[in-house]
């Protein structure tokens, strides 16, 4: 157990112990994870700390508990988990509908989605998981509707251009303050800074075909888009799509790399997706965890100096790049 945790560590300890029910478990072990500090030295107790984390969350997903609408939690799929948030009738839910197999409802009354729903979303040759979610001030969905937010890897904020988009995106902030998520970039109180998940984020304004000056966008340009990437859309009129599947593509901070055997060609249509800056040896293990022990060398096209250079473990990869592994 590291030195100097400090005190409110110890309170959230205490509360996991008496929690009754996993979901507090969780929120508890979350709280926990969160105040930790980030080094070598505690690398381990924060990997036991996720490994409790996922144990309850299991257990919760099997109770059939009373209360527990929808999926307390959504297994992440693809590349990337990608969560929406936003007010009612933002156009969440036909931008869920109109870019994967999922079917959520759409309506123009508010509250017509009820409980999470994931779908894959298609970008280039990689699948991307987007999540519907029920508007952010939906108070019956609160609990586990903060603990989804935590657990994604990027926030896809989703304001109507059609309205003024300040008062949308105070609503929405003021949610994810009160349910301590902070988007990266903007700026964390220090009374809020114990147990705040902080998250990558892209603002999304949607129905820019009733921005027809597209004043709207300007204005949220003006007030966030130092901060957070920001792209506009109409799910209508199918605009802007491909610009914000891009943008997602690059706040998940991924690399597509590509395998092949000797003598073979690499499958392009079948990409190994690693966090940036990964290097051969971590790119074996994702395969395979054997192929990083066994591993003598490998070749890269793509990165190395010229083609099919031969490159020890330690070579740093970058998106695209072809790799022969030699056990
Ligand atoms: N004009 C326009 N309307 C849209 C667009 N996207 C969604 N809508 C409409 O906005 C309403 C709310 O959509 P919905 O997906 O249910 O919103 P949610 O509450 O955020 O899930 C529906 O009537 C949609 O048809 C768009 O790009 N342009
Ligand atoms: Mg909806």
Redesign the pocket.
Known sequence: MPANLPPQYHEAEKVYRTAKTPEEKVEALETMLAIMPKHKGTDHLRAELRRRIAKHQEEAERRPSAGKKGGYNIRREGAGQIV?V????????????ALTEAR?????Y????KAPMPGMMKFENIQIQLV????IIDREAKSWLSHLLRNADVLLV?V?L?EDPYPQMEAVLGELDRMKVKLIGSEVKDELLIGVAQKKALIVG?????DMTGDNFKLLNARYGGKTPLVA?????GTGLEEMKRAIYNILDIMRVYTKAPGMKADLNEPVILKKGSTVEEAAEAIHKDFRRNLKYAQVWGSGKFDGQRVSRGHVLEDGDVVEFHI
Not at 206 to 210: A, G, M
């Open positions: 929406l936003g007010l009612p009738n933002a156009g969440k839910s036909q931008l869920v509908s959520p409802d759409v309506a123009d508010p509250y017509t989605t519907d979610m029920p508007p989703m109507d059609g949607n129905k820019s075909d009733l859309i109409s799910v209508k009129e």
